[in-house]
Antibody, heavy 120, light 109 residues
Framework: QVQLVESGGGVVQPGGSLRLSCAASGFSFNNYGIHWVRQAPGKGLEWVTFIRYDGSTEYFADSVKGRFTISRDDSKNTVYLQMNSLRAEDTAVYYC?????????????WGQGTLVTVSS | EIVLTQSPGTLSLSPGERATLSCRASQSVSSSYLAWYQQKPGQAPRLLIYDASNRATGIPDRFSGSGSGTDFTLTISRLEPEDFAVYHCQQYGSSPPYTFGQGTNLEIK
């Protein structure tokens, strides 16, 4: 069955960095794009970033552009989210989610999430 | 960027009643590329509906989606106790950002 498992969350000071991982299994990883979606405490969902199935293109929300990068290692079935220059407003649960297919970016499978807390 | 506005913010109903949740887009959502997700406390969201009206695998038929253009609706025909949760709509019809609505909290009356 499809599984997505996030890791790497934790507490970091403002201005610091953190790298999240999303390990996938149960599907043909190199055929699907992967998204990151976050949810601040008590708030709604916010789409953060996306990497295409072949790693050729990435997209970012304006709120993280220039600070976050996304990459994938198909040999490890893993997507990485590198977060730099972190701010208090980046505090959230970060979910990775699988794109349904190459043309429709709804999220048919989600990980359980990893909590990132930016605080001094 | 397409802004999605969900209403109401909170909906209080009893089991057995019918729930109607709205999601309105600031501009037309191409190809009716709109999804609905259910989220319970402490859990990841779960896909319910995609392409505005198609139920995801394993979703009971009491859940239905409708709409096109800028107005979309999620209907739960007869509420079961496990249906009380937060519901999010999301559009994927345009290039990124793939925006979400702010959510509707469906609570037990």
């Amino acid at each position: 069955q499809v599984q997505l498992v996030e890791s790497g969350g934790g507490v970091v000071q403002p201005g610091g960095s953190l790298r999240l991982s999303c390990a996938a299994s149960g599907f043909s990883f190199n055929n699907y794009g992967i998204h990151w979606v976050r949810q601040a405490p008590g708030k709604g969902l916010e789409w953060v970033t996306f990497i295409r199935y072949d790693g050729s293109t990435e997209y970012f929300a304006d709120s993280v552009k220039g600070r976050f990068t996304i990459s994938r290692d198909d040999s490890k079935n893993t997507v990485y989210l590198q977060m730099n220059s972190l701010r208090a407003e980046d505090t959230a649960v970060y979910y990775c989610a699988k794109a349904h297919d190459r043309s429709r970016n709804y999220f048919d499978y989600w990980g359980q999430g990893t909590l990132v807390t930016v605080s001094s | 960027e397409i802004v999605l506005t969900q209403s109401p913010g909170t909906l209080s109903l009893s089991p057995g009643e019918r729930a109607t949740l709205s999601c309105r887009a600031s501009q037309s959502v191409s190809s009716s590329y709109l999804a609905w997700y259910q989220q319970k406390p402490g859990q990841a969201p779960r896909l319910l509906i995609y392409d505005a009206s198609n139920r995801a695998t394993g979703i009971p038929d009491r859940f239905s989606g409708s709409g096109s253009g800028t107005d979309f609706t999620l209907t739960i025909s007869r509420l079961e106790p496990e249906d009380f949760a937060v519901y999010h709509c999301q559009q994927y019809g345009s290039s990124p950002p793939y925006t979400f609505g702010q959510g509707t909290n469906l609570e037990i009356k």
